[in-house]
């Protein structure tokens, strides 16, 4: 399949910040998420509209199915955001439609999935309400409003340039998101580690990919980018489009903010549930099974006793569900594999998290581990982290049954000059993941252990003590080895001596608030034990 080259409309881009800068100015939605979500769900009504007119369209010219519109009557776009329309508003009267009208409707659409789905990203996440309209950001100015629209309305969503300029723009407020503000890290994962993660696991055109928490979709818009060039028949576009990539958020404006990613990036059927993840069991079998997962999940969170149940290993740290989730959702078949970012702490602490990565390794082909570099998620998470890469053993074991037992590992160091740039400031943040553009040269090496045999831990160790270890940077591991370190997976060089073994001073301050955070939540359990128990004893 050819795929056209697309160009930036600079017009367009100039307008669409112009846009930005209005929002940014006005007294209601002048932060960096407030602005970004907004401009996120105006494009979305827009796109969503054109997207029917065109159904609507094929189906009057006998083309397609009977189409009924999900958006009808004034909550219509051409209905109250139109140019003609817009031209009679008084400015007043257009915020009380949007805040009495619009987005109460759009909260209670019913019927198809996809009216389902609007309403599921415009209603209350926290009271799962469908009645109950989310605090979606809006304009205090009408005037404000209305330029804002005369720019979308200049938007040809039928246009490549025009969607391929959004969606660089898109991006950009993505990571400006993330930049500006330490919450958005949710939102936001440097696109550089989200690309070699894609490589390394490699998805192909029939297999489902699935990210248990996406966010803005990144995983599954570079799956999608990755994929497009393999497509060689319509039945292969179809498969694409419509049946590969699904994610689930719990958050309405995450939500909001994957979706119109995957279809800026012209994903015809965003398959994003708005859900909680760990609400669903995963004790017995489960439903929902897929071939590879690509996901960045949540890390220092904690979890209450009526999520906890729903796993065969009960803990309360969000990434340690987060982990026996994948495990039970990936297909019993011998390619399933994923990709998955951990803090540091998942690889070395013991107790529920020994006994969940015991079961890991039992399972699968824990084929590479990845140390980025400290600071490579600032400014708003200061976690050191790691890149986890597994597979179901069938392939391996039919090549090289011996391989099945290894572990390649690479620690990714600090740029050049990062140690100079002050921690948790943005312009660390920058440079730091500046760095980990290094790991376009590991891709192919992590790539290839996937799939080749691999060179065992013991002729490892003894290449290096003879001088031809291929890097001071990757040696390999043997399962035995991790067992006996009570399935500790930590990176630890062994080529290099003690001396050079030293961690930057940068990599121990991580380590320290992550030790810090595991203390702090076993007082917090602790301290609940305590006062309950103190409770009890007042009630008596």
Same mark, same amino acid.
């Given at each position: 399949m050819t795929i056209t080259k697309r160009q930036t409309n600079e017009t367009l881009r100039s307008d669409m910040w112009r846009a930005c800068d209005i929002l940014r100015r006005d007294n209601n939605v002048g932060g960096v998420m407030q602005y970004t979500e907004h401009l996120a769900w105006l494009l979305f009504l827009k796109f969503l509209d054109e997207e029917e007119q065109e159904r609507l369209a094929q189906a009057a010219l006998g083309e397609g199915e009977h189409y009924e519109p999900v958006l009808q009557g004034d909550l219509a776009w051409d209905a109250w955001a139109g140019?003609?329309?817009?031209?009679?508003?008084?400015?007043?009267?257009?915020?009380?439609?949007?805040?009495?009208?619009?987005?109460?409707?759009?909260?209670?659409?019913?019927?198809?999935?996809?009216?389902?789905?609007?309403?599921?990203?415009?209603?209350?996440?926290?009271?799962?309400?469908?009645?109950?309209?989310?605090?979606?950001?809006?304009?205090?100015?009408?005037?404000?409003?209305?330029?804002?629209l005369t720019i979308i309305n200049s938007i040809h969503f039928g246009s490549d340039d025009d969607i391929y300029t959004i969606s660089q723009v898109y991006e950009d407020l993505l990571e400006r998101m993330g930049?500006?503000?330490?919450?958005?890290?949710?939102?936001?994962?440097?696109?550089?580690?989200?690309?070699?993660?894609?490589?390394?696991?490699?998805?192909?055109?029939?297999?489902?990919?699935?990210?248990?928490?996406?966010?803005?979709?990144?995983?599954?818009?570079?799956?999608?980018?990755?994929?497009?060039?393999?497509e060689r028949t319509s039945d292969d576009r179809e498969t694409l489009q419509h049946r590969t990539l699904f994610g689930q958020e719990k958050k309405g404006v995450s939500a909001l903010l994957g979706t119109m990613n995957m279809v800026l990036h012209r994903v015809a059927t965003p398959n994003i549930t708005r859900t909680n993840t760990l609400e669903e069991s995963v004790k017995g079998s489960v439903s929902g099974r897929f071939d590879v997962v690509l996901t960045n999940p949540p890390f220092g969170g904690t979890e209450g006793g009526?999520?906890?149940?729903?796993?065969?290993?009960?803990?309360?740290? !969000?990434e340690l569900l987060f982990l026996e989730h994948i495990i039970k959702k990936l297909k019993h078949t011998p390619d399933a594999r994923c990709g998955v970012v951990v803090p540091e702490g998942t690889l070395f602490r013991g107790g529920a998290f020994a006994e969940v990565k015991k079961d890991l390794l039992e399972q699968f082909h824990l084929f590479a581990v990845v140390s980025l570099p400290p600071g490579t998620f600032a400014p708003?998470?200061?976690?050191? !982290?790691?890149?986890?890469?597994?597979?179901?053993?069938?392939?391996?074991?039919?090549?090289?049954?011996?391989?099945?037992?290894?572990?390649?590992?690479?620690?990714?160091?600090l740029p050049d000059g990062a140690e100079e740039v002050q921690?948790?400031?943005?312009?660390?943040?920058?440079?730091?993941?500046?760095?980990?553009?290094?790991?376009?040269?590991?891709?192919?090496l992590a790539g290839r252990r996937r799939r080749a045999p691999f060179l065992l831990a013991a002729d490892a160790r003894a290449a290096a003590e003879k001088g031809r270890a291929a890097s001071a940077d990757a040696w390999v591991e043997s399962a035995d080895d991790l067992k006996a370190r009570g399935y500790d997976l930590s990176a630890r060089n062994p080529v290099l001596n003690e001396r050079e073994a030293l961690p930057h001073p940068a990599e121990l301050t991580a380590r320290l608030l992550e030790r810090t955070r595991e203390l702090t939540s076993i007082l917090e359990n602790l301290h609940a034990m305590v006062s309950n128990g103190d409770e009890a004893s007042n009630g008596d």
């Open positions: 140019p003609e329309k817009l031209a009679t508003w008084r400015v007043d009267d257009l915020i009380q439609f949007v805040r009495g009208r619009l987005l109460p409707g759009l909260s209670t659409l019913t019927g198809s999935p996809l009216a389902r789905t609007v309403a599921r990203i415009f209603s209350d996440e926290s009271v799962g309400d469908q009645n109950v309209v989310r605090n979606v950001p809006v304009c205090a100015s009408g005037y404000n409003l209305k330029d804002v930049a500006e503000n330490r919450i958005a890290g949710e939102f936001y994962t440097p696109r550089s580690v989200i690309r070699f993660m894609v490589d390394v696991i490699a998805p192909q055109i029939g297999e489902t990919v699935y990210d248990p928490a996406s966010g803005s979709a990144g995983f599954l818009v570079a799956a999608y980018e990755a994929m497009q060039p393999q009526h999520i906890q149940q729903n796993f065969p290993v009960k803990s309360n740290a !969000t708003y998470s200061d976690v050191k !982290t790691a890149l986890l890469f597994f597979q179901r053993p069938d392939r391996v074991a039919e090549r090289n049954p011996l391989a099945r037992h290894e572990t390649w590992y690479y620690e990714l160091p921690q948790g400031q943005p312009d660390s943040g920058r440079a730091l993941r500046r760095g980990t553009c290094g790991l376009g040269r590991v891709a192919a």
